[in-house]
């Protein structure tokens, strides 16, 4: 696909590709591509090595979360996985890394999710937390996702995930999930009773280890 080109899933959401450019990082030498979709949101898609052969390159999907990758915020597990995942991936020597705009707070936006955290610390859970501000508990779509892997030529994946629902709603979108490779993370105090409901009220594959 060349730069500024579109590419639409089965619901007519486009994306297209405005700048390639290579990343020399940490984790050694990535790709990142730029996406803009219908909103005009910006994507990033982040490739090492050549995904679009055999077999199923590993993917994670990954939902923006500025407090947990920037801040490193201990609430939630975003930031410990986002750096999993790109450890995995550069072990590999293959794969992608999808960061999706416009998926804070499991799509609630910024401010909603501070005022969740206040709601959180008042006595609720994070579902909760949304559905008292009248939100979903979750609102994310995976076209935009889905999308960006066509571009990349990528339609079977070994998908980095513990959430039964991402690999749905990818699915929805024609991508192939050969493989759920979980990520489990190490809870601490903080985070312990978001992990908690993501597996109980979310349905989320999550063993849970604890400090103890």
């Not at 008042?122 to 994310?140: I, K, M, W, Y």
Request: proline share 4%; hydrophobic share 40%.
């Amino acid at each position: 696909m060349t730069d500024g080109a579109e590419y639409p899933p089965s619901d007519g959401q486009t994306v297209a590709r405005i700048a390639s450019a290579r990343v020399p990082s940490i984790r050694g030498e990535f790709w990142a591509h730029a996406y803009r979709d219908d909103a005009g949101l910006e994507h990033l898609a982040c490739v090492r090595g050549d995904v679009g052969s055999a077999p199923p390159a590993l993917v994670r999907v990954h939902s923006e979360c500025l407090t947990g990758d920037l801040l490193g915020s201990l609430r939630c597990d975003c930031g410990t996985q986002l750096a999993a995942s790109l450890d995995l991936i550069s072990s590999e020597g293959r794969g992608v890394l999808i960061y999706l705009r416009g998926h804070e707070g499991r799509g609630i936006g910024l401010a909603h999710k501070i005022r969740a955290y206040e709601l959180q610390d008042q006595g609720l859970d994070t579902v909760e937390a949304n559905l008292a501000q009248g939100l979903p508990a979750d609102s994310r779509d995976y076209a935009v996702a889905a999308a960006v892997l066509s571009d990349l030529g990528v339609s079977r994946v070994r998908l980095l995930t513990n959430n039964p629902a991402k690999t749905d709603g990818l699915g929805v979108y024609g991508v192939v999930v050969t493989e759920r490779v979980p990520l489990e993370v190490t809870a601490n105090p903080e985070n312990l009773g978001y992990l908690q409901t993501k597996r109980d009220r979310l349905g989320h594959l999550l063993a849970i280890e604890t400090l103890d």
